[in-house]
């Protein structure tokens, strides 16, 4: 066993997993696309094909619309295109898989045949990220880690795609209800630990994980504050990290901003989160945090005028 520090001097016993200390990102297969994160930050696009999300809900419901603004992020440096048919923004309500297959399967058969980049369905329905799959998306973005559904499992390991295992504290719906935690690091870390080796267990791949430890998703203004600032105690866990900061409830909260004006503070999130060791960026504003990716990267990774 190894012992880790976590904020406020708490420590976990820390199983010593078979890649030991992770390195910075590593490659990850998605489809006929190949994710080399060593080298560089990725971004991933949001693509919220919703009425409601909290900051876009209703601008792509338009199919049409929805394929030209992923085109779009594209063209600024989206590396890859997540695409979400429900909402879930603290107190939302679910939608049927079959809503929400109708608003994403059409999104993702018109991605495939224009964007050469890898689609990732945003779903924790394992019936809508089969056929997405099958539309030609190449990763899976669960919220609840393949909890909310227990055949995602299956999905995830049948097809062999990279999957996000992101850690909530309750639902969409009740997750913003007074969240608590002893110690939100060595909880959620913990969390990890736990769900990598079950999944593993049930076949899905090491190499096909990635986490995500769930910013604004069942956790106070101090809670993300609180991760973000020991975002690199999850490095050891050896997988890719991800991390979704934009434009979310906390950052409004520290500046007393609205969703439209917190692209200073969403831009302040990702650079501190690749510092910390974030691997993937999921972001609205794909042509501002590619900059502020590619300087950030200069300073931690080292610059290199090819990347």
């Known amino acids: 066993m190894a012992i880790k520090n976590f904020e406020g001097g708490n420590k976990i016993s820390e199983l010593l997993l078979p890649y030991g200390r992770g390195l910075l990102g590593g490659e990850v297969k998605a489809g006929k696309h190949t994710l080399d994160l060593s080298r560089r930050t990725h971004l991933m696009g949001i693509l919220n094909v919703t009425p409601d999300s909290f900051s876009d809900g209703g601008k792509y419901l338009d199919s049409q619309r929805a394929l030209a603004h992923a085109m779009r992020m594209a063209e600024e440096g989206a590396d890859i295109i997540d695409v979400g048919g429900e909402s879930s923004r603290p107190g939302s309500?679910?939608?049927?898989?079959?809503?929400?297959?109708?608003?994403?399967?059409?999104?993702?058969?018109?991605l495939a045949g224009k964007i050469?980049?890898?689609?990732?369905?945003?779903?924790?329905?394992?019936?809508?990220?089969?056929?997405?799959?099958?539309?030609?998306?190449?990763?899976?973005?669960?919220?609840?880690?393949?909890?909310?559904?227990?055949?995602?499992?299956?999905?995830?390991?049948?097809?062999?795609c990279p999957v996000v295992l992101m850690h909530m504290k309750g639902t969409p719906r009740d997750m913003q209800l007074n969240p608590y935690y002893d110690s939100v690091v060595e909880e959620i870390y913990q969390f990890f630990l736990e769900r990598v080796e079950y999944l593993g267990h049930m076949g899905i791949l090491r190499e096909n994980m990635i986490i995500d430890p769930g910013i604004g998703f069942g956790k106070t203004?101090?809670?993300?504050?609180?991760?973000?600032?020991?975002?690199?105690?999850?490095?050891?866990?050896?997988?890719?990290?991800?991390?979704?900061?934009s434009r979310k409830f906390f950052i409004g909260a520290v500046l007393s901003a609205g969703v439209e004006e917190r692209l200073e503070g969403t831009a302040a999130t990702v650079a501190l989160a690749i510092s910390q060791g974030a691997d993937i960026v999921r972001v609205h504003d794909v042509r501002e945090m590619k900059k502020v990716a590619v300087i950030t990267d200069a300073i931690v990774r080292g610059y290199n005028a090819k990347t």
């Open 93 to 110: 309500l679910p939608v049927s898989a079959e809503e929400e297959l109708r608003r994403v399967i059409p999104v993702v058969e018109g």
């Open 116 to 160: 050469d980049l890898p689609i990732s369905i945003d779903t924790y329905k394992s019936e809508v990220a089969e056929r997405a799959l099958q539309a030609g998306a190449a990763m899976i973005n669960d919220i609840s880690a393949c909890r909310m559904d227990q055949r995602m499992v299956e999905v995830a390991a049948k097809y062999q």
């Open 221 to 245: 203004v101090e809670h993300n504050l609180t991760i973000l600032r020991n975002l690199s105690s999850f490095r050891s866990l050896g997988l890719p990290i991800l991390i979704g900061t």
